[in-house]
Every structure is written in structure tokens, then in C-alpha cells.
């Protein structure tokens, strides 16, 4: 396997950056609904959504967590997957 040591100007190298948002803007909302989004098109599962947030190895999402608690997350959740089918007695 080939392997090149990092370059101080490798185009490829990730590099975060912000945007300015409207004043009145959730970020938080944005950035979680986002994310959501992209994992559900990916496939991911609805129960495994809040595990993606809980692990610290997810900086973005946990600091979302983190912020706004999971009521927040599961919010989002609801609305980007549909309201959770229960069983009528």
C-alpha cells in the first residue's frame, strides 16, 4: 500500500470552515438536521441515529449533544424519519 506523508499545502487535506448564518438561525438545528439527513440516505437505521451523537468519536455531532441534549436530537430524528409506528391495544 502506498503511502505519502502529509505536505503543509496537499490540496487534499481536509480543512474545516465556517459560514455566517442569519441572525435568528439555529446553527445547532442546521448542522444536526444535516447530518441526519445524510446518514438516512446512507441507510442508517432510526435507532442507530442517537448512537452516532452519543460517541465522542463524532466531534460535530456530539458537541451537538453535548449543547442541546438528546430530546433535541430526537426531535430532528422525528421529524427527518416520520413519527414512530405504535401498537394500538
Known amino acids: 500500500m502506498a503511502e505519502k506523508d502529509f505536505e503543509a499545502d496537499d490540496p487534499y487535506e481536509l480543512v474545516p470552515v465556517r459560514f455566517p448564518m442569519g441572525e435568528g438561525v439555529d446553527a445547532d438545528a442546521v448542522m444536526a438536521r444535516c447530518f441526519i439527513e445524510e ?11 442517537l448512537q452516532l451523537f452519543r460517541s465522542d468519536f463524532f466531534a460535530g455531532t456530539h458537541a451537538i449533544l453535548d449543547r442541546r441534549g438528546e430530546p433535541f436530537i430526537q426531535a430532528i430524528v422525528d421529524d427527518v424519519y416520520g413519527p414512530v409506528a405504535t401498537k394500538e391495544a
Open 39 to 49: 446518514y438516512a440516505l446512507m441507510g442508517m437505521p432510526r435507532l442507530k441515529m
